[in-house]
């Protein structure tokens, strides 16, 4: 199959030799972006005989009417519509979207897909979905996907663990090897920017999962941990790098990575960054990117500061909204509310577990609301015998993947977690069952 009208055929073969050989690590992140040092730039040693030393240099927005006459052009339109999808009359798309809760704006938008094969993907990507076993795509995939690899802007609304990550992962895999291989000292091509180290985490499995047979390497950089792991990681080069905005701008500020190659970006779970307070960073950052990139911004809800993002940010959007704007519940969840007192609580938690692990197999995800409450419930939940482990963002990124790694392989089907990190839980809990 060709794409974007070039000649050349993109496809596995191809990339093969895309150099040096896959290592995509798996990390995870800690939003620590005000723990960068301040200062001006110096590079080379100190009297004191300190070598190769770098504080952080100011960001500056760069002059894009001159920048981009000397950036390549890049292609980022690879859709070609299946004869199937092209046959729909459209009456049937209605029902379909109606079936899905799929409500779309914009103009010019793709007909959604039904199945992985008429989603136009190349053999090499195609192939390793299947390998997978997955059935079908999720509603957000069908219309995601034609947006996605349409190469127009756009914004894609569902709730987390709909699916989201691979609706921006694949097309973005396909938009990588159509673009020029990394010349030494390149940054990345695709930049996903993500609020929580935990869903980094994620994004990158599956990164590194289905970018494999292109031989496409990521990275993840995240704080809360040293940088010299990252540093060597961007040095060698990578074609994606899956961030959070702090840990991000330490990179730039330092020099150790740009952005000037990034024609892909994509803003995740954009909702919980901003209500993480990441948007004096986040503008920071794409403030760093050429601005006829292809932009992808994805959210489980639609609140006016993420509108605002998206018209400062996206070019003519199309947008596809699957299920209701608000945050809500899955509907495919028992919810059993009971309103108790603080000292009626203890006693009624310990009659669930009881309950729920009638099942051998259960696991039991706690949610508190700071990081102290967290560290209580473990406590006392392991005082009365009770295989509990807590995660929050005081735990070092070694006890955090630890404990992530426990509760998923069920050594310890039980985790007391802070909302922080609920998001990124989501997501390895909906890849675990």
């Known amino acids: 199959m060709t794409y974007g009208g070039r000649d050349q055929q993109y496809n596995k073969t191809n990339f093969n030799s895309r150099g040096g050989d896959f290592r995509g690590e798996r990390s995870s992140d800690r939003n620590s972006y005000n723990d960068r040092p301040q200062g001006g730039n110096f590079r080379g040693g100190f009297n004191g005989g300190r070598s190769n ?14 920048e981009l006459q000397n950036l390549p052009t890049f292609e980022k339109n690879f859709y070609v519509e299946h004869e199937t999808v092209r046959d729909r009359s459209d009456e049937e798309i209605a029902q379909f979207r109606k079936e899905n809760e799929m409500t779309i704006s914009g103009h010019d938008i793709p007909k959604p897909i039904t199945t992985f ?99 496409i390497r990521n990275t993840c950089v995240y ?65 760093q990117i050429r601005p006829d990139r292809q932009t992808l911004m994805w959210s489980a809800t639609w609140p006016k500061e993420v509108k605002q993002l998206a018209a400062d940010y ?27 007192s603080e000292f009626e609580k203890r006693d009624r938690l310990n009659k669930h577990l009881e309950a ?47 404990v992530l790694q426990e509760f998923r392989n069920g050594g310890s089907p039980i985790m007391v977690a802070t909302d922080v990190a609920a998001r990124g839980i989501g997501m390895l809990i909906f890849h675990s069952f």
């Not at 040095?235 to 959070?244: D, M, P």
């Not at 996206?314 to 509310?337: C, F, K, M, R, W």
Request: glycine share 8%; with cysteine; net charge negative.
């Open 53 to 66: 030393y770098n504080q952080p240099q100011e960001l500056v927005r760069p002059n894009w009417d001159v």
């Open 314 to 340: 996206l070019n003519d959007p199309i947008q596809v909204q699957v299920g209701s704007l608000e945050l809500a519940a899955s509907h495919t969840i028992t919810q059993l509310v009971e309103v108790v």
């Open 117 to 215: 094969d008429e989603a136009g993907f190349p053999d090499y990507v195609l192939s390793e979905v299947k390998a997978e076993g997955f059935a079908k795509p999720t509603g957000i995939q069908c219309q995601g996907w034609p947006m996605a690899l349409s190469g127009r802007d756009m914004v894609g609304i569902a709730a987390t663990g709909s699916g989201k990550t691979l609706s921006y992962c694949l097309p973005g895999i396909v938009h990588i090897n159509a673009q020029p291989l990394l010349a030494p000292g390149d940054g990345p091509i695709v930049l996903v920017l993500s609020p929580t180290r935990e869903l980094a985490v994620q994004i990158q499995t599956e990164c590194s999962k289905f970018g494999q047979s292109s031989r």
């Open 223 to 287: 704080g809360g941990v040293p940088k010299s792991q990252q540093i060597r990681d961007l040095s060698r080069g990578s074609e994606i790098v899956i961030a959070t905005p702090g840990r991000l701008i330490d990179m730039l500020e330092i020099g150790k990575t740009n952005l000037k190659r990034v024609t892909y970006l994509v803003l995740d779970e954009a909702d919980r960054m901003l209500d993480m307070g990441f948007e004096p960073q986040i503008r920071k950052i794409v403030d």
């Open 356 to 402: 729920a692990s009638q099942d051998d197999e259960y696991k039991t995800l706690i949610f508190a609301s700071t990081k102290r409450m967290c560290d209580d419930i473990t406590k006392y939940l392991r005082e009365d015998g009770w295989p509990a482990l807590a995660i929050h963002g005081d735990k070092d990124q070694r006890e955090r993947d630890w």
